[in-house]
């Protein structure tokens, strides 16, 4: 939740709150319900608390009722609605709901899928924080796709979500540094990105991970080995 919002002591002055028709009180009920916080989880009571708060134009609560509906927690699952009700919360500047209908777009669920409008929308995220959001913008910085291709813009989006612990940002800027795209060469912070990306499960970071640590030890053993056959060849030379 945006740090500038309304708190209450409990949860039962929230609820009178909501009832007096408090937006963000509605909203704040819907959180407890939807995550079980001081009342017990139920999803279709999260739904109608959204909604009352969303009907309102709160763009936090639109953004809840948005996943509810791409989810389908509590309502059928529905990317039409839930497009809709990203696009409202977007259009007020929440970065969640930016990401969320980036995603829809470039999925192509609930609306035509339109690869420029999904950067659109990532941009305005990643421009306030949305750590995803900046992953994915990086990426298609990376790619080239609908954005002229640009490996340092994809390094500065990375870096911004590795930052965040972005755990596929953290191995793409690895990649980044261990190739020189878009940043000099530096095993090293590659392999500092690859250790950060490896600890949180990115199965391509351990990978990564394995074969730079098999190189170096093969690396390492190559003059020990290329020593030993010089000793054994003088060896059989002296024996001659």
């Keep these: 939740m945006p740090a500038n919002r ?29 995550n079980g916080q ?69 999925t192509g669920q609930g609306v035509p899928q339109n690869y420029a409008e999904a950067v659109k929308w990532y941009h305005a995220a990643a421009e306030q924080g949305e750590a995803q959001a900046q992953f994915n913008l990086g990426v298609f910085y990376e790619q080239g796709q609908v954005l002229p291709q640009d490996f340092t813009a994809a390094v500065n989006w990375y870096r911004r979500a ?33 250790i950060r990306a490896a600890r949180q499960g990115d199965k391509t970071a351990q990978h990564n991970l394995g074969v730079h640590y098999a190189t170096l030890e093969a690396t390492e053993q190559a003059p020990t080995e290329a020593a030993a056959g010089a000793e054994e060849s003088a060896g059989e030379a002296q024996s001659q």
């Design 6 to 34: 309304k708190t209450w002591q409990s949860i039962d002055e929230t609820r009178a709150a909501a009832e007096e028709g408090d937006p963000e009180a509605q909203c704040y009920l819907g959180v407890a319900y939807q």
């Design 38 to 106: 001081g009342v017990q989880q139920d999803y279709q009571e999260a739904v109608k608390w959204f909604r009352r708060s969303a009907e309102q134009d709160d763009p936090v609560a639109q953004c809840y009722l948005g996943f509810c509906f791409q989810s389908g927690h509590g309502v059928p699952q529905e990317y039409g609605e839930a497009a809709k009700w990203f696009r409202e919360a977007a259009e007020q500047g929440d970065p969640a709901a930016q990401f969320n209908l980036g995603v829809l777009y470039e």
């Design 162 to 194: 590795a930052e965040q612990e972005v755990g596929p940002a953290q191995c793409n800027l690895g990649l980044c540094y261990q190739t020189g795209r878009g940043v000099e060469q530096d095993s090293r912070e590659a392999v500092k990105w690859f």
